[in-house]
């Protein structure tokens, strides 16, 4: 069973920075490509970024590129999100997610998600 834990979400001002990180638990100790997905008040959960199982390939949706960075460390099965600029319209329930059997592409193109956390509140106000 995979479990998807996130952390670091909490209050910013606009123009600030805050990184989040999510760490999996799995008793197979597998590894799979990940990201994240974001659901903002009264809107749809949408892609905000994904990362290839051996963190080489990275996808952006448009409204975060050149802000937002997604990296993984394998070592400690953490896929992290450093978000820089923030705005308020990046107010929002972060979710860690991952995908067992499909792409870091597909994540981006066609939400294959089979795993989800529970979310982590990152709030960008003054």
């Known amino acids: 069973q995979v479990q998807l834990v996130e952390s670091g979400g909490g209050l910013v001002q606009p123009g600030g920075s805050l990184r989040v990180s999510c760490t999996a638990s799995?008793?197979?100790?597998?590894?799979?490509?990940m990201g994240w997905f974001r659901q903002a008040p009264g809107k749809e959960r949408a892609f905000v970024a994904s990362?290839?199982?051996?963190?080489?390939?990275?996808y952006y949706a448009d409204s975060v590129k050149g802000r937002f960075t997604i990296s993984r460390d394998n070592a400690k099965n953490t896929v992290y999100l450093q978000m820089n600029g923030l705005k308020a319209e990046d107010t929002a329930v972060y979710y860690c997610?991952?995908?067992?059997?499909?792409?870091?592409?597909?994540?981006?193109?066609?939400?294959?998600?089979?795993?989800w956390g529970s979310g982590t509140l990152v709030t960008v106000s003054s």
């Open positions: 997610a991952g995908t067992q059997w499909d792409t870091a592409q597909s994540m981006a193109e066609n939400r294959a998600v089979d795993y």
């Open positions: 990362i290839s199982l051996g963190g080489a390939t990275a």
């Open positions: 799995d008793s197979t100790n597998r590894r799979f490509p």
